[in-house]
């Protein structure tokens, strides 16, 4: 019997960054306390090369490996350049952050990186146990920066609450997965559409393992009535870690539910059309209408994630790639934004000081008119306030929505979001209309005043042409598998 | 009529370029070079919208000064601009207010200039959007963006409860609008994939929906006139509000919503509008007879104001469902009028407020003495906001009510009624105002208004004066459109 070893082309962006973290683990062993940097600057030029090694496969065919457990297609590729960007952007955003707070050490480098491989292997996934390595990858890497400041009680507190509510996440995905594969023998994606289309399964069974796959998926996207951990673990964690898990996580998460439900699943669109809309509905509720008594931004912002993800589900319900897609730009808007809000709150911390409760926005107008400007483009984006780049994604999406009929939905889409437009006003409104409290100048490095700024014109400027994001997010859509 | 030159597109930005020039000038150090940029570019403003009156062809119905690219295809939105007579004279008069508001906040802004005046900048070029749009997503955008300014002039620069009041602004007309947006999305559907707002002329709706998308656009347009019951927001603001931003509130972000009516209600759902008519003017006669009662009893001269103007506007939403000629050509006049004589009264106010910082009439009496040139000017609004004949409040009024006329005797009878309400609570308070013996300290200090002051009144006066007397040029501008558009309503689109 000859041994043909598998294709390693398509998985060449993966096995480069894994071997990225070996050398940024051993670079930081080597070179001490006094040049922590060098683990930053290797941590940064792994995702780099990461980015061209994708760009130069980047192309239309599908290609599949490892027994057609591994896949590389173009919303693969689209998908990963996205969680790139995202993970550097973090980086830049959270250095001075983690650095005054001593947390610049290799492990969190490494820890971040081995995130960013499991959401690699999670879009790239074809397989549901290759999905799963990839979601606990991801998963554990997380719960570890989040616990990372050991000594800090809340931190401590929220990475068991993480940890725990977590691991019963994925044993109701596994738990599901073992059903599906009872009803139809196989855990292949591409088959598992086929077999269930010949109808040579048992339905029943199906669905049963379909109830906790949709409940898993809920979990990992912080989905009404699965949201519990998100507010705790938003606070709790230290705000860098915070931003990383709000931001890039959801793009795999994307390409998560695409793989599940939409590539494997798909033809049971009837069964989880009405599970995803009482999940939608549910999370735009509870998300836009808890956020209003939340006096911690770190827990409001969770709060406006979980009615953000409402809205991304919202997309789904349409079962079309028109749908699909306009979620996929949903999702790139809202990380685009979370981004921005998050460094925000991270420019507002000082050595020893941290920022977390609403009130300290107050007067930012007055202290730095221009971070108040760029706040105040995102809060308006958050609330869907045109010409900023989250009214075309709530657009696209209420579009897709009535286009499948459902009109209903939409309007309690928009009466949701205008609860949600008060407290993001409440930021401007701290912002703007409010004196500070204390008049400490606001002095970002360079490379984070650059990268803020350059954020919060993404939010116009992608707002005012979105043709060629929608136009890219489209083009993901048709090119999958 | 369609030449090479963006007209319309120049006038639409560059308050927007030089706004965002004027941010740039940064803290209050530069205060002086704010004011300068933001007078050149609200006169530059003016005076590239003058050709869009002098070349405008009042013989045709169609939309001139036409623009129109692709914008982001994938929903098949375009930049399609153009104006007919219905909008045209509405972007005049925000052009000719910029400027206007700009000299009002001249001397009294003197914090974060730059910011009160490149907002107000940013506001004429968004708000010039709002009426040349002739595509619903670049409306929308247009629409809501116009909120942003106007939410930060009212909290920023405003009263003792501006956060108040300028979220409850921002509130109320967002509900309205999102409502609007999902009847544009399903009217893109219905379409087959279409956001041009000429489209959805043309385009034949069933009875239902019809009567849900009029629902939804009378939301989003009555929360904006603002018409009773949802009008509670507008004295809030305008109490709240500094001067010019009560002055840009009144004359021309109210019209919006008159404006939403003839380009999105009517047209679209014409069947509805009918159906519905009886009860959007009971709506506009309380507005005109209830809430002037309530203007009567008014201690604060901008919310006694804020109160006439939602009973102004009444006349306006009442004109427009009569479904005659001289109602909606009268109530068109009353758009204007309202924003030139609306706009003067609060400028009045202003020019009392700066000096004494009370709005209460209580505090005021026997201003004449003090003040002999701004009393006449005072005099002359206020008989204008009582509907004088001679005065531009007297032509659309009266218009409205020969309207009305031909549909039933009690509507004419109640709206006619505002001409002694008007009379009454209008000059009553001049009356406690200016009149009287010299009623505190206060105002034995008072000092006659400046030139600049009486530069802006003057101007005022002569607009007022002249569209009083001789308001031809106004009705032969929008003839065309309004007899095109009341063939088009009468048309059923079943």
């Known amino acids: 019997m000859n041994f043909i070893p598998p294709d390693f082309a398509p998985a060449s962006s993966e096995i480069f960054i894994l071997i990225m973290v070996c050398v940024v683990m051993l670079a930081d062993l080597g070179a001490g306390e006094s040049r922590r940097y060098v683990a930053y600057l290797l941590t940064q030029m792994a995702l780099l090369g990461c980015a061209v090694l994708t760009f130069l496969s980047f192309s239309t065919d599908v290609s599949q490996t490892f027994s057609g457990m591994f896949v590389d297609d173009a919303m693969a590729d689209i998908l990963k350049l996205m969680v790139y960007g995202t993970v550097a952007a973090v980086l830049i955003y959270s250095h001075s952050y983690i650095e005054d707070r001593g947390m610049l050490r290799g492990e969190f480098f490494s820890l971040v990186l081995f995130a960013t491989l499991g959401m690699m292997v999670m879009i790239s996934a074809s397989h549901f146990l290759t999905l799963y390595i990839g979601l606990e990858l991801l998963s554990l890497s997380l719960y570890a920066l989040v616990a990372l400041r050991r000594d800090s009680v809340v931190a401590t507190e929220a990475a068991m609450k993480f940890f725990v509510l977590g691991a019963l996440a994925s044993g109701f995905l596994l738990y599901g997965m073992s059903m599906v594969y009872g009803a139809t023998g196989t855990l292949h994606v591409t088959q598992l559409a086929q077999i269930i289309q010949s109808e040579a399964s048992s339905k029943e069974v199906l669905v049963v393992g379909l109830v906790f796959i949709v409940a898993g998926i809920s979990f990992k996207l912080s989905a009404a009535p699965f949201h519990m951990w998100a507010p705790d673990v938003y606070e709790g964690s230290p705000t860098a870690v915070t931003l990383f898990i709000g931001s890039a996580p959801k793009l795999a998460a994307f390409g998560f539910v695409m793989r599940l439900l939409i590539e494997g699943l798909g033809e049971m669109v009837a069964d989880w059309q009405g599970m995803l809309i009482i999940l939608a509905v549910m999370s735009m509720a509870v998300g836009n209408i808890a956020a209003i008594a939340q006096t911690n931004i770190k827990r409001m912002l969770a709060y406006s994630t979980i009615s953000h993800m409402g809205f991304v589900l919202l997309g789904f319900i349409s079962a079309d790639s028109n749908g699909y897609s306009s979620a996929l730009f949903y999702v790139f808007a809202y990380v685009l934004m979370t981004l921005g809000s998050f460094a925000v709150i991270m420019l507002l911390c000082r050595f020893g000081y941290e920022a977390e409760n609403i009130e300290d926005f107050k007067g930012l107008s007055k202290r730095n008119a221009w971070y108040a400007f760029v706040t105040l483009l995102l809060m308006l984006s958050l609330a869907g306030i045109p010409p900023m780049i989250g009214f075309y994604a709530k657009l696209a999406v209420l579009q897709a929505v009535v286009n499948a009929g459902y009109i209903e939905l939409a309007i309690v889409a928009v009466l949701l979001s205008l609860i949600g437009a008060f407290y993001y006003l409440r930021i401007i409104k701290l912002m703007y209309f409010d004196d500070p409290e204390t008049s400490e100048p606001i002095l970002p490095n360079s490379d984070v005043k650059i990268l803020l700024s350059a954020n919060g014109f993404a939010v116009l400027l992608l707002g005012i042409f979105p043709q060629a994001l929608m136009g890219l997010s489209l083009y993901a859509i048709q090119n999958s598998m | ?494």
């Not at chain 2, 030089?18 to 941010?23: R, S, T």
């Not at chain 2, 002098?54 to 399609?80: C, I, K, L």
């Not at chain 2, 849900?212 to 656009?217: D, G, M, S």
């Open chain 2, 1 to 494: 009529m369609s030449s090479g030159f963006p007209l319309l597109s120049l006038i639409i930005w560059l308050p927007i370029v030089f706004g965002v020039a004027v941010f740039a000038t940064g803290n209050d150090r530069n205060a002086v070079l704010a004011r300068w940029i933001a007078l050149v570019g609200s006169l530059l403003g003016f005076l590239i919208a003058l050709p869009l009156g002098s070349g405008f062809d009042t013989t045709t119905s169609a939309m001139q000064f036409t623009e129109s690219y692709p914008w982001f295809e994938r929903f098949n939105v375009n930049y399609h601009i153009g104006v007919d007579g219905i909008s045209m004279p509405l972007i005049l008069l925000n052009c000719f207010f910029t400027p206007i508001v700009v000299i009002a906040g001249w001397e009294v802004i003197k914090e974060r200039v730059s910011q009160y005046m490149g907002a107000f900048l940013v506001m004429s070029g968004i708000v010039n959007g709002v009426f040349a749009s002739l595509d619903a997503v670049l409306f929308y955008v247009f629409w809501e963006a116009s909120l942003i300014p106007m939410f930060l002039i009212i909290g920023v620069w405003g009263g003792p409860n501006r956060v108040y009041a300028a979220i409850k602004f921002f509130l109320y007309t967002l509900l309205g609008s999102l409502l609007m947006l999902v009847a544009l999305i399903y009217l893109y559907q219905t379409s087959g994939g279409s956001f041009s707002i000429l489209d959805y002329h043309q385009l034949p709706i069933p009875f239902a929906p019809q009567i849900l998308i009029f629902i939804a656009f009378f939301l989003a347009f009555a929360v904006k006139v603002p018409m009773w019951p949802v009008h509670t927001w507008l004295p809030d603001a305008h109490v709240e509000a500094p001067t010019g931003g009560s002055v840009i509130l009144a004359a021309i972000l109210l019209k919006l919503g008159g404006y939403g009516f003839l380009r999105f209600a009517l047209p679209i759902t014409p069947d509805a509008s009918h159906y519905l008519a009886s009860t959007v003017i009971v709506l506009s006669l309380i507005a005109v007879v209830y809430i002037g009662l309530i203007a009567l009893m008014q201690t604060d001269m901008k919310k006694l104001i804020a109160y006439s103007s939602v009973a102004h506007m009444g006349f306006v939403t009442l004109g427009f469902f009569l479904f005659n000629a001289y109602g909606i050509e009268g109530a068109m006049v009353q758009m204007i009028s309202h924003g030139f004589i609306s706009g003067a009264m609060f400028l009045c106010v202003g020019v009392l407020y700066d000096r004494l910082h009370s709005r209460q009439i209580a505090d005021y009496g026997g201003v004449v003495n003090k003040m002999p040139a701004f009393a006449a000017f005072f005099m002359l609004f206020a008989m204008a906001n009582a509907g004088l004949p001679g005065t531009s409040g007297f032509v659309g009024e009266f218009m409205v009510i020969m309207g009305s006329v031909k549909i039933s005797f009690w509507y004419a009878f109640l709206a006619a009624t505002t001409l002694i309400t008007g009379a009454a609570y209008t000059l009553w308070m001049y009356k406690r105002v200016i009149f009287g013996a010299v009623a505190s300290p206060a105002v034995e200090r008072l000092e006659d208004i400046s030139k600049r002051e009486f530069f802006l009144l003057a101007i005022l006066a002569i607009f007022v004066l002249w569209f009083g007397l001789y308001p031809y040029p106004l009705t032969d501008v929008m003839h065309a459109s309004v007899d095109h558009l009341l063939n088009h309503v009468s048309n059923s689109k079943l």
